[in-house]
């Protein structure tokens, strides 16, 4: 069964159930008929014997005489007239029966003569003699079953053909359904084969559920080639910042090795590794915190945190580390508190204000503002720096992305991870983070944090 296409199953239980269902109704549509057949047959046996008998009036003792409106046969009933002694007076005994029945005054009865069904019913007639006569009516109930089941073969040749048609007609329209199916599956293995993303199967706008799933197929498919191209494009990034520190070793270790002579030459050149290590270093620790972020795998401890607290010393700490001359403007509401994972919380405020001082020209002002609204936190950081142009913003969160080459320029430049970072960690938080800046005139970022 599992080897036959779901088309031909489908059709096949149609069919199946169809067959079914027009049994049932066949068999209870002819048992309904023969009941109905036999009722109206024994109530018309019935209705014409009495009728007769009311207009049954013989005058004088002649019991040979036939009156006037009397029929030997009415409404396929067969009339006789028998007098006590069951001579047959008037009428003809049907052909087939040979019986003689006793007389049973208004009783109807069924016998079965020959392999033939009859009703007899008798209906006894007063003489003004004091003498009887007997009206026997003969009805033949074969005759009416032959009817009945005449019209069963008719309707089981209609009904069997109406079922294949429907049948047919089902597979149709199933083998037309599914066309969505087909085309899904010829595109999954198109892109299995030649592992070409791009394919869509595009089969259009509709309402059913087949619709809905190849859209929501194109739109899986839209999601893992950005998803493909986002860590291909990680995968060459992250391989071009590790390149550059690595020759740079490499180039220092091979001076120290065939040219240094002096002391001095020699620390120079360790500086200059150390340097580029520590970059390494840190650019590791940021890749492995991202993958950590991507599986979902990296453990968060949600506490009551007193943010005022925790931005103060974010704040000192990067005063301390930083050497331009930056002013750091300060603007804490005191005693805000939420819960927070405080090591991811740090990070995010570490990020946007060292973002803020790496692309702030000497001489500039960097203002960091904490505010407690009704049902939020709301954390920004501004500056006067270099700014971002409108078409770089809303690329800004992207992993590696820098919009302007000089950023990369200054000491421990930006490696383009840092905003990618802190997207995160304030979707993380249930919060939001936002900027917006004008090329040449700074920036301004915009974090918020639900109370709650």
């Known amino acids: 069964m599992s080897r036959i296409s779901v088309k031909l199953r489908v059709t096949l239980w149609y069919l199946i159930i169809m067959i079914i269902m027009s049994s049932v109704v066949l068999v209870a549509m002819t048992s309904i008929s023969e ?6 047959a024994s109530e018309r046996i019935t209705r014409t014997v009495r009728d007769m008998s009311r207009r049954f009036h013989i005058p004088g003792d002649d ?33 087939g029966i040979e019986e003689e029945f006793e007389l049973e005054n208004d009783k109807l009865r069924k016998e079965n003569i020959n ?35 005449s019209a069963l073969k008719n309707n089981v040749i209609l009904t069997i053909i109406l079922i294949f048609a429907a049948a047919a007609g089902g597979y149709f329209i199933i083998k037309r359904a599914f066309v969505p199916v087909s085309k899904i599956s010829k595109t999954a293995k198109e892109i299995a084969d030649s592992s070409d ?6 089969i259009g706008e509709g309402k059913d559920e087949i619709f809905a799933l190849a859209n929501t197929f194109d739109e899986m498919l839209d999601k893992i080639e950005q998803s493909f191209e986002r860590e291909k494009q990680f995968t060459q990034d992250a391989s071009h910042e590790l390149r550059t520190p690595v020759a740079v070793i490499l180039s220092e270790c091979e001076y120290m090795e065939e040219c240094a002579k002096t002391d001095e ?15 390494m270093s840190k650019l ?37 580390i930083r050497t331009e001359d930056i002013l750091l403007e300060r603007n804490i509401m005191p005693c805000v508190t939420a819960k927070a994972d405080r090591f991811l919380l740090a990070r995010l405020f570490i990020n946007l204000i060292s973002n803020a001082y790496q692309y702030s020209e000497s001489g500039g002002t960097i203002k960091v503002t904490l505010k407690e609204g009704i049902d939020r936190i709301v954390f920004e950081v501004s500056d006067n720096g270099i700014g971002i142009s409108e078409e770089d913003l809303p690329k800004i969160w992207e992993r590696f992305y820098q919009a302007d080459a ?20 304030a979707e993380c938080h249930g919060g939001r983070v936002s900027a917006k800046s004008e090329l040449g005139c700074g920036s301004t970022f915009i974090f918020w944090l639900p109370k709650n």
Request: charged fraction near 30%; include cysteine; proline fraction near 2%.
């Open 284 to 320: 590791i620790s940021e890749l492995l915190m991202i993958s950590r972020m991507d599986k979902n795998t990296l453990k968060t401890n949600f506490e009551e945190t007193d943010i005022s607290e925790l931005l103060a010393f974010v704040c000192d700490e990067q005063e301390e």
């Open 63 to 95: 019991l040979r005489f036939a009156p006037p409106g009397f029929k030997l046969y009415e409404q396929g009933v067969h009339m006789v007239v028998y007098d006590n002694e069951l001579n047959l007076i008037a009428g003809q005994i049907p052909f």
């Open 406 to 425: 000089s950023r990369t320029a200054k000491e421990n430049g930006s490696m383009g991870l840092g905003l990618s970072m802190v997207k995160w960690i």
């Open 265 to 279: 030459e020699f620390k120079e050149s360790a500086a200059s590794v150390k340097k580029q290590a520590e970059k």
């Open 35 to 40: 009941e109905m057949v036999s009722r109206d």
């Open 197 to 202: 993303l791009s394919r869509r199967i595009n």
């Open 115 to 149: 392999g033939n069904q009859y009703y007899i019913y008798d209906s006894e007639i007063k003489l003004r003699g004091g003498d009887s006569l007997w009206l026997r009516g003969i009805m033949s109930v074969t005759d009416a079953g032959y009817a009945v089941k």
